[in-house]
């Protein structure tokens, strides 16, 4: 009754009643009619069919699976918790973020870098170097250098990336972008630094 203050209670009650008998039976059609329930339609014919509020749809799911019920609590929980937790939200957008290039920064070191390397040594640290010349572009220090002066988040497991705003994170995804097109036209590492310094100043 909580959207439907004319709905028959006592009619509901009837059927309450009854439900545990063989002769019981129950359509859409008779409750609608019976209860002057709302939120839920139903249609005979040719495209015809229930339809029920979300409300409703939900009650009937749970009611015919525990599993759809159990998904059901363990979303509502979720959002929830977003809802109550501004950061969380900030926090999966980071993570995204962060994610949006690297694959396509990481391939291009690989194939133009790597590959062209023949010291095992200098195959094993080309993905830093070339992660901290993105860092030293759009935050004027190396991953090492940012733990040193923030040993406090260190400490935690953090990277200079994981503090970073959503903004810089932008600017990140668009240097890997940037850094991967200059790897393919095989431009020098110190030009390439140029370029990517000027674009984050923008």
């Avoid at 203050?5 to 008779?30: C, Q």
């Avoid at 009650?59 to 609590?73: A, D, H, N, Q, R």
């Avoid at 991953?143 to 932008?170: C, F, M």
Wanted: include cysteine; glycine fraction near 4%; hydrophobic fraction near 40%.
């Amino acid at each position: 009754m909580l959207h439907n203050p004319a709905f028959k209670g006592v009619e509901f009650d009837t059927f309450l009643h009854e439900a545990g008998a063989n002769r019981f039976n129950m359509t859409p059609r008779k409750w609608i009619e019976a209860t002057d329930a709302i939120g839920i339609i139903s249609q005979a014919g040719r495209n015809g069919g229930t339809y029920a509020h979300k409300d409703i749809a939900f009650e009937f799911g749970s009611w015919l699976s525990p599993v759809f019920k159990l998904y059901l609590i363990t979303e509502y929980q979720r959002l929830k918790e977003a809802e109550n937790n501004p950061m969380l939200g900030e926090w999966n957008v980071k993570r995204v973020l962060s994610k949006v290039n690297y694959t396509l920064h990481t391939d291009a070191v690989r194939d133009f870098i790597i590959l062209k390397v023949d010291v095992e040594r200098e195959k094993a640290y080309a993905y830093a170097d070339e992660a901290d010349m993105l860092n030293l572009a759009l935050w004027a220090c190396t991953a090492k250098q940012w733990r040193e002066a923030n040993p406090e988040y260190a400490r935690k497991g953090l990277n200079i990336r994981d503090t970073a705003s959503i903004n810089e994170l932008v600017v990140l995804a668009n240097l890997e972008s940037f850094n991967a097109e200059l790897l393919k036209r095989d431009m020098d590492k110190s030009t390439r630094y140029t370029c990517l310094h000027e674009m984050a100043e923008r």
